[in-house]
T-cell receptor
Framework: TQLLEQSPQFLSIQEGENLTVYCNSS?????LQWYRQEPGEGPVLLVT?????EVKKLKRLTFQFGDARKDSSLHITAAQPGDTGLYLC????????????FGGGTRLMVKP | DAGVIQSPRHEVTEMGQEVTLRCKPI?????LFWYRQTMMRGLELLIY????????DSGMPEDRFSAKMPNASFSTLKIQPSEPRDSAVYFC????????????FGPGTRLTVL
């Protein structure tokens, strides 16, 4: 069982559709990061959220940190084939020192 | 500016052999991390260093794994002896000021142990 559960694990959609992926835990995080990983490459940071209830936007991507800092969501508007990749959330747990824990990831495919 | 550099990019070896993975972090970064990624277990933190000192190695799976950082610009992850279940992609990442800040990942080393 992972400390950070991501859902869905796989998502295949058509270009232009909207989607939301979730990152949930029963533990409180001091901060949470979202990364995107493309095949054959390492993850690349998209955003860091720190404050409960915080919302950050990155073009068509909207990130939200839950009020209790136990969960986060990533919403993509009008998905494009270039959004295809593995989306990973990663958090620093308050109760576990300074360890960074990754979720299992959501593998997104956007078809043209 | 070069990112995190890892070598080799691909490694195929036979069970029982020693494997050494290498990493050069981004110049000026004071934290370095080794991760392992598999389909089954996702991305797992193995060990991280701050200022060349190992801070937490609780993610290292067993004594067959060891990591060193002799200086600020070089780190190695060694597996001896290797086993088929060690097959995975191993990533090195670096950052400033520990875990809370953005981590920059290398391209990874894909290890296959036959």
């Amino acid at each position: 069982t992972q400390l950070l559960e991501q859902s869905p694990q796989f998502l295949s959609i058509q270009e232009g559709e909207n989607l939301t992926v979730y990152c949930n835990s029963s533990s409180v995080f001091s901060s949470l990061q979202w990364y995107r990983q493309e095949p054959g490459e390492g993850p690349v940071l998209l955003v860091t959220v720190v404050t409960g209830g915080e919302v950050k936007k990155l073009k068509r991507l909207t990130f939200q940190f839950g009020d209790a800092r136990k969960d986060s969501s990533l919403h993509i508007t009008a998905a494009q084939p270039g959004d295809t990749g593995l989306y990973l959330c990663a958090g620093i747990l308050l109760a576990a020192g300074n360890m960074l824990t990754f979720g299992g990831g959501t593998r997104l495919m956007v078809k043209p | 500016d070069a990112g995190v550099i890892q070598s080799p990019r691909h490694e195929v070896t036979e069970m029982g052999q020693e494997v050494t993975l290498r990493c050069k972090p981004i110049s000026g970064h004071n934290s370095l991390f080794w991760y392992r990624q598999t389909m089954m277990r996702g991305l797992e933190l193995l060990i991280y260093f701050n200022n060349n000192v190992p801070i937490d190695d609780s993610g290292m799976p067993e004594d067959r794994f060891s990591a060193k950082m002799p200086n600020a610009s070089f780190s190695t992850l060694k597996i001896q002896p290797s086993e088929p279940r060690d097959s995975a992609v191993y990533f090195c990442a670096s950052s400033n000021l520990g875990l809370a800040n953005e981590q920059f990942f290398g391209p990874g080393t894909r290890l296959t142990v036959l």
